[in-house]
Protein backbone atom coordinates (compact mmCIF):
# COMPACT_ATOMS: atom_id res chain seq x y z
CA UNK A 1 0.00 0.00 0.00
CA UNK A 2 1.27 3.36 -1.11
CA UNK A 3 1.76 6.48 1.31
CA UNK A 4 -1.07 8.34 -0.65
CA UNK A 5 -3.35 5.61 0.01
CA UNK A 6 -2.43 5.16 3.40
CA UNK A 7 -2.90 8.55 4.40
CA UNK A 8 -6.48 8.40 2.45
CA UNK A 9 -7.62 5.58 4.13
CA UNK A 10 -6.81 7.05 7.85
CA UNK A 11 -8.39 10.84 6.56
CA UNK A 12 -11.58 8.88 6.09
CA UNK A 13 -11.52 7.22 9.39
CA UNK A 14 -11.15 10.51 10.93
CA UNK A 15 -13.85 12.19 9.05
CA UNK A 16 -16.04 9.38 9.84
CA UNK A 17 -14.64 9.15 13.75
CA UNK A 18 -15.78 13.15 13.83
CA UNK A 19 -19.04 12.57 12.18
CA UNK A 20 -19.95 10.24 14.71
CA UNK A 21 -19.04 12.41 17.15
CA UNK A 22 -21.18 15.12 16.05
CA UNK A 23 -24.25 13.04 14.83
CA UNK A 24 -23.99 10.98 19.03
CA UNK A 25 -22.91 14.06 20.93
CA UNK A 26 -26.05 14.68 22.67
CA UNK A 27 -26.08 11.10 24.31
CA UNK A 28 -22.39 11.08 24.98
CA UNK A 29 -21.79 12.53 27.64
CA UNK A 30 -21.99 10.04 30.71
CA UNK A 31 -19.77 8.02 28.49
CA UNK A 32 -16.89 10.67 28.19
CA UNK A 33 -17.68 11.79 31.86
CA UNK A 34 -16.74 8.03 32.47
CA UNK A 35 -13.64 8.25 30.43
CA UNK A 36 -12.31 10.65 31.89
CA UNK A 37 -12.94 9.14 35.46
CA UNK A 38 -11.26 5.94 34.55
CA UNK A 39 -8.31 7.71 33.24
CA UNK A 40 -7.49 9.87 36.28
CA UNK A 41 -7.67 7.12 38.37
CA UNK A 42 -6.42 4.03 36.38
CA UNK A 43 -2.78 4.84 38.05
CA UNK A 44 -3.92 4.14 41.31
CA UNK A 45 -5.71 1.03 40.41
CA UNK A 46 -2.36 -0.33 38.70
CA UNK A 47 -0.86 0.43 42.20
CA UNK A 48 -3.17 -1.55 44.16
CA UNK A 49 -3.11 -4.28 41.32
CA UNK A 50 0.78 -4.19 42.42
CA UNK A 51 0.27 -5.24 45.27
CA UNK A 52 -1.57 -8.07 44.64
CA UNK A 53 -4.76 -7.03 44.31
CA UNK A 54 -7.51 -8.04 41.98
CA UNK A 55 -8.00 -5.76 39.31
CA UNK A 56 -12.07 -5.81 39.78
CA UNK A 57 -11.45 -5.39 43.46
CA UNK A 58 -8.74 -2.35 43.51
CA UNK A 59 -11.49 -0.45 40.54
CA UNK A 60 -14.28 -0.99 43.07
CA UNK A 61 -12.15 0.54 45.85
CA UNK A 62 -11.07 3.12 44.06
CA UNK A 63 -14.07 4.15 42.66
CA UNK A 64 -15.88 3.96 45.90
CA UNK A 65 -13.22 5.93 47.60
CA UNK A 66 -13.68 8.73 44.71
CA UNK A 67 -18.06 8.77 44.88
CA UNK A 68 -17.68 9.21 48.59
CA UNK A 69 -14.94 12.21 48.35
CA UNK A 70 -17.81 13.40 45.72
CA UNK A 71 -21.00 12.85 48.43
CA UNK A 72 -18.69 14.39 51.59
CA UNK A 73 -17.39 17.78 49.37
CA UNK A 74 -21.15 17.94 48.26
CA UNK A 75 -23.16 17.49 51.24
CA UNK A 76 -20.32 20.19 52.81
CA UNK A 77 -20.79 22.64 50.08
CA UNK A 78 -23.86 23.15 49.12
CA UNK A 79 -25.98 24.26 52.78
CA UNK A 80 -22.84 26.80 52.25
CA UNK A 81 -23.71 27.52 48.95
CA UNK A 82 -27.63 28.45 49.64
CA UNK A 83 -27.05 30.29 52.12
CA UNK A 84 -24.81 32.31 49.94
CA UNK A 85 -27.17 32.42 47.10
CA UNK A 86 -30.29 33.23 49.60
CA UNK A 87 -28.24 36.29 50.92
CA UNK A 88 -27.23 37.54 46.99
CA UNK A 89 -30.99 37.30 46.49
CA UNK A 90 -31.75 39.79 49.87
CA UNK A 91 -28.76 41.95 49.44
CA UNK A 92 -29.59 41.89 45.28
CA UNK A 93 -31.75 45.32 45.75
CA UNK A 94 -28.97 47.16 47.68
CA UNK A 95 -26.55 46.33 45.32
CA UNK A 96 -28.55 47.85 42.63
CA UNK A 97 -29.12 51.06 44.39
CA UNK A 98 -24.76 51.44 45.20
CA UNK A 99 -23.91 51.08 41.70
CA UNK A 100 -26.74 53.56 40.91
CA UNK A 101 -25.13 56.21 43.46
CA UNK A 102 -21.32 55.34 43.08
CA UNK A 103 -20.98 54.04 39.41
CA UNK A 104 -22.83 55.72 37.23
CA UNK A 105 -22.70 59.10 38.27
CA UNK A 106 -18.36 58.38 38.50
CA UNK A 107 -18.66 57.55 34.73
CA UNK A 108 -20.94 60.41 33.43
CA UNK A 109 -17.99 62.44 35.08
CA UNK A 110 -15.45 60.92 33.33
CA UNK A 111 -17.29 60.72 30.04
CA UNK A 112 -18.22 64.34 30.27
CA UNK A 113 -14.53 65.41 30.07
CA UNK A 114 -14.04 63.69 27.16
CA UNK A 115 -14.45 65.06 23.76
CA UNK A 116 -18.12 64.51 21.69
CA UNK A 117 -16.51 62.81 18.40
CA UNK A 118 -14.84 60.40 21.25
CA UNK A 119 -17.86 59.78 23.07
CA UNK A 120 -20.20 58.86 20.12
CA UNK A 121 -17.07 56.39 18.93
CA UNK A 122 -16.41 54.93 22.40
CA UNK A 123 -20.61 53.66 22.77
CA UNK A 124 -20.38 52.33 19.09
CA UNK A 125 -17.68 50.37 19.28
CA UNK A 126 -18.58 49.49 22.71
CA UNK A 127 -22.03 48.22 21.27
CA UNK A 128 -20.96 46.95 18.68
CA UNK A 129 -18.02 44.65 20.23
CA UNK A 130 -20.11 43.54 23.31
CA UNK A 131 -23.08 42.57 21.26
CA UNK A 132 -20.31 40.27 19.34
CA UNK A 133 -18.94 38.64 22.02
CA UNK A 134 -22.17 38.66 23.93
CA UNK A 135 -23.41 36.41 20.78
CA UNK A 136 -20.44 34.75 20.80
CA UNK A 137 -21.24 33.33 24.59
CA UNK A 138 -24.44 33.20 24.25
CA UNK A 139 -23.86 30.76 21.20
CA UNK A 140 -21.32 28.67 23.11
CA UNK A 141 -23.38 28.39 26.58
CA UNK A 142 -26.51 27.64 24.62
CA UNK A 143 -24.64 25.29 22.76
CA UNK A 144 -23.62 23.20 26.20
CA UNK A 145 -26.72 23.55 27.87
CA UNK A 146 -29.25 22.85 25.29
CA UNK A 147 -27.45 19.50 23.60
CA UNK A 148 -25.86 17.26 26.10
CA UNK A 149 -26.70 18.82 29.37
CA UNK A 150 -30.59 18.91 28.15
CA UNK A 151 -30.71 15.01 27.27
CA UNK A 152 -29.26 13.19 30.10
CA UNK A 153 -30.30 14.88 33.06
CA UNK A 154 -27.98 14.92 36.57
CA UNK A 155 -29.70 11.65 37.28
CA UNK A 156 -29.16 9.63 34.25
CA UNK A 157 -25.66 11.16 34.73
CA UNK A 158 -25.08 10.01 38.43
CA UNK A 159 -26.20 6.35 37.69
CA UNK A 160 -24.08 5.65 34.29
CA UNK A 161 -21.61 7.55 34.38
CA UNK A 162 -19.88 5.12 37.54
CA UNK A 163 -21.16 1.83 35.75
CA UNK A 164 -19.15 3.18 32.75
CA UNK A 165 -15.61 3.96 34.67
CA UNK A 166 -16.00 0.70 36.53
CA UNK A 167 -15.89 -1.46 33.41
CA UNK A 168 -13.44 1.09 31.95
CA UNK A 169 -11.24 0.92 34.72
CA UNK A 170 -11.22 -2.91 34.94
CA UNK A 171 -10.81 -3.66 31.64
CA UNK A 172 -8.29 -0.78 30.69
CA UNK A 173 -5.42 -2.57 30.04
CA UNK A 174 -6.87 -5.29 28.00
CA UNK A 175 -8.43 -2.34 26.17
CA UNK A 176 -5.43 -0.79 25.49
CA UNK A 177 -3.61 -4.32 24.72
CA UNK A 178 -6.27 -4.80 21.77
CA UNK A 179 -5.94 -1.15 20.67
CA UNK A 180 -2.32 -2.13 20.34
CA UNK A 181 -2.54 -5.29 18.45
CA UNK A 182 -5.17 -3.52 15.72
CA UNK A 183 -1.74 -1.09 15.06
CA UNK A 184 -0.50 -1.12 11.77
CA UNK A 185 2.42 -3.39 11.93
CA UNK A 186 5.17 -1.13 9.96
CA UNK A 187 4.16 2.02 12.12
CA UNK A 188 2.86 0.58 15.26
CA UNK A 189 6.51 1.66 17.25
CA UNK A 190 5.89 4.97 15.88
CA UNK A 191 2.25 5.34 17.08
CA UNK A 192 3.48 4.03 20.37
CA UNK A 193 6.06 6.52 20.69
CA UNK A 194 3.39 9.48 19.80
CA UNK A 195 0.65 7.74 22.22
CA UNK A 196 3.20 7.45 25.14
CA UNK A 197 4.11 11.36 24.61
CA UNK A 198 0.47 12.27 24.39
CA UNK A 199 -0.46 10.20 27.91
CA UNK A 200 2.60 12.36 29.01
CA UNK A 201 1.22 15.86 28.16
CA UNK A 202 -2.17 14.52 28.57
CA UNK A 203 -1.97 13.58 32.42
CA UNK A 204 0.67 15.89 33.03
CA UNK A 205 -1.76 18.91 32.46
CA UNK A 206 -5.13 16.98 33.49
CA UNK A 207 -3.98 15.59 37.40
CA UNK A 208 -1.27 19.16 37.57
CA UNK A 209 -4.02 21.46 36.43
CA UNK A 210 -6.70 19.96 38.62
CA UNK A 211 -4.73 20.29 41.76
CA UNK A 212 -4.05 23.91 40.81
CA UNK A 213 -7.63 24.71 40.97
CA UNK A 214 -8.43 22.60 44.06
CA UNK A 215 -5.82 24.48 46.11
CA UNK A 216 -6.91 27.91 43.99
CA UNK A 217 -10.32 27.49 44.56
CA UNK A 218 -9.98 26.01 48.30
CA UNK A 219 -7.35 29.27 49.08
CA UNK A 220 -9.47 32.07 47.30
CA UNK A 221 -12.75 30.65 49.38
CA UNK A 222 -11.09 30.62 52.81
CA UNK A 223 -9.22 34.07 52.07
CA UNK A 224 -12.45 35.92 50.73
CA UNK A 225 -14.34 34.86 53.35
CA UNK A 226 -12.00 35.56 55.99
CA UNK A 227 -11.56 39.16 54.56
CA UNK A 228 -15.77 39.34 55.43
CA UNK A 229 -16.56 39.47 51.70
CA UNK A 230 -19.96 38.76 51.28
CA UNK A 231 -20.17 35.51 48.84
CA UNK A 232 -16.43 35.16 49.17
CA UNK A 233 -16.76 31.20 49.26
CA UNK A 234 -18.99 31.29 46.61
CA UNK A 235 -16.44 33.67 43.97
CA UNK A 236 -13.38 31.83 45.29
CA UNK A 237 -14.89 28.36 44.11
CA UNK A 238 -15.81 29.69 40.53
CA UNK A 239 -12.36 31.13 40.56
CA UNK A 240 -10.42 27.90 41.59
CA UNK A 241 -13.24 26.07 38.72
CA UNK A 242 -12.64 28.53 36.15
CA UNK A 243 -8.62 28.31 36.71
CA UNK A 244 -8.94 25.23 34.82
CA UNK A 245 -9.33 27.44 31.49
CA UNK A 246 -6.16 29.54 31.88
CA UNK A 247 -6.39 33.35 32.86
CA UNK A 248 -10.02 33.05 33.24
CA UNK A 249 -10.76 31.81 36.66
CA UNK A 250 -8.28 34.96 37.91
CA UNK A 251 -9.94 37.55 35.69
CA UNK A 252 -13.74 36.48 36.71
CA UNK A 253 -12.45 36.31 40.85
CA UNK A 254 -10.75 39.46 40.68
CA UNK A 255 -12.91 41.50 38.75
CA UNK A 256 -15.92 39.90 40.95
CA UNK A 257 -14.45 40.43 44.18
CA UNK A 258 -12.94 43.65 43.63
CA UNK A 259 -16.68 45.06 42.48
CA UNK A 260 -17.85 43.70 45.31
CA UNK A 261 -15.89 44.78 47.62
CA UNK A 262 -15.91 47.93 46.17
CA UNK A 263 -20.46 48.60 47.05
CA UNK A 264 -19.37 46.42 50.19
CA UNK A 265 -16.71 48.31 52.60
CA UNK A 266 -16.39 52.53 52.93
CA UNK A 267 -12.80 51.44 53.57
CA UNK A 268 -10.36 51.17 51.75
CA UNK A 269 -7.87 49.12 52.87
CA UNK A 270 -10.65 46.25 53.17
CA UNK A 271 -10.89 46.73 49.12
CA UNK A 272 -7.28 46.14 49.68
CA UNK A 273 -7.02 43.20 50.81
CA UNK A 274 -9.18 41.66 48.81
CA UNK A 275 -7.08 42.93 45.67
CA UNK A 276 -3.73 41.67 47.51
CA UNK A 277 -5.49 38.02 47.87
CA UNK A 278 -5.53 37.69 43.90
CA UNK A 279 -2.25 39.20 43.49
CA UNK A 280 -0.71 36.97 46.19
CA UNK A 281 -2.70 33.81 44.59
CA UNK A 282 -1.45 34.46 41.34
CA UNK A 283 1.98 35.26 42.42
CA UNK A 284 1.54 31.50 44.05
CA UNK A 285 -0.19 30.18 41.25
CA UNK A 286 2.26 31.42 38.73
CA UNK A 287 6.11 30.86 40.90
CA UNK A 288 4.80 27.62 42.84
CA UNK A 289 1.89 26.12 41.56
CA UNK A 290 1.94 26.07 38.07
CA UNK A 291 5.62 24.71 37.99
CA UNK A 292 5.17 22.35 40.50
CA UNK A 293 2.14 20.56 39.35
CA UNK A 294 2.33 20.89 36.00
CA UNK A 295 5.34 21.28 34.60
CA UNK A 296 6.50 23.44 31.58
CA UNK A 297 7.17 20.28 29.64
CA UNK A 298 3.55 19.50 28.79
CA UNK A 299 3.35 21.31 25.33
CA UNK A 300 -0.04 22.60 26.31
CA UNK A 301 0.47 26.61 25.58
CA UNK A 302 -2.16 28.49 27.49
CA UNK A 303 -3.96 30.11 24.42
CA UNK A 304 -3.49 27.04 22.62
CA UNK A 305 -6.50 25.52 25.35
CA UNK A 306 -8.59 28.29 25.43
CA UNK A 307 -9.08 28.16 21.72
CA UNK A 308 -9.63 24.40 22.43
CA UNK A 309 -12.10 24.53 25.14
CA UNK A 310 -13.99 27.35 23.08
CA UNK A 311 -14.17 25.52 19.62
CA UNK A 312 -14.66 22.25 21.45
CA UNK A 313 -17.82 23.88 23.27
CA UNK A 314 -19.17 25.61 20.11
CA UNK A 315 -18.90 22.66 18.15
CA UNK A 316 -19.85 19.73 20.24
CA UNK A 317 -21.80 21.51 23.40
CA UNK A 318 -20.97 19.81 27.03
CA UNK A 319 -19.30 17.02 25.63
CA UNK A 320 -16.31 18.95 23.13
CA UNK A 321 -15.53 21.05 26.59
CA UNK A 322 -15.00 17.56 28.04
CA UNK A 323 -12.80 16.31 24.87
CA UNK A 324 -10.90 19.68 24.09
CA UNK A 325 -7.67 19.32 26.02
CA UNK A 326 -7.53 15.72 24.90
CA UNK A 327 -8.03 16.19 21.49
CA UNK A 328 -5.53 19.56 21.58
CA UNK A 329 -2.91 17.42 23.53
CA UNK A 330 -3.00 15.04 20.67
CA UNK A 331 -2.78 17.53 17.99
CA UNK A 332 -0.03 19.26 19.63
CA UNK A 333 2.39 15.45 19.91
CA UNK A 334 1.18 15.27 16.05
CA UNK A 335 2.07 18.46 14.82
CA UNK A 336 5.51 18.69 16.57
CA UNK A 337 5.98 15.22 15.16
CA UNK A 338 5.41 16.13 11.70
CA UNK A 339 7.60 19.31 12.20
CA UNK A 340 10.46 16.99 13.39
CA UNK A 341 9.85 15.01 10.26
CA UNK A 342 9.86 17.38 8.22
CA UNK A 343 12.90 18.99 9.61
CA UNK A 344 14.82 16.14 8.85
CA UNK A 345 13.58 16.16 5.26
CA UNK A 346 14.84 16.92 2.08
CA UNK A 347 12.16 19.76 1.95
CA UNK A 348 13.32 21.70 4.90
CA UNK A 349 17.21 21.10 4.02
CA UNK A 350 17.22 21.22 0.67
CA UNK A 351 17.78 17.73 -2.26
CA UNK A 352 21.46 18.02 -1.59
CA UNK A 353 20.86 16.53 1.48
CA UNK A 354 19.86 13.04 0.64
CA UNK A 355 22.66 12.66 -0.82
Known amino acids: MTSAK ?31 IAYLLDPLVDRLERTGLQRWLGTSLVLLGFLLILVLMTLLLVPLVQGQISHLLEVLPTYATLVKERLIPALDRFIHRLPADDVERLRAAAGNYAGEVAG ?20 TLMFITPIVAFYLMRDWDVMVGKV ?129 LLAGGSLFGFVGVLLA ?11 RFALRQYLSSPYYRG ?5
Open 180 to 308: DSWLPRQHAETVREQAREVNVTLSGFLRGQAMVCLVLGVFYALALSAAGLDFGLVIGLMAGLLSFIPYVGSLFGFVTSTGLALLQFDELWRVAVVVGIFLFGQAVEGNVLTPKLVGDKVGLHAVWVMFA
Open 6 to 36: QLRFWLIGLGLFVLVLWLLSDMLLPFVVGLA
Open 136 to 155: IVGRIVSRILSGSLAVFDIV
Open 325 to 335: VPVAAVIGVLT
Open 351 to 355: IDAER
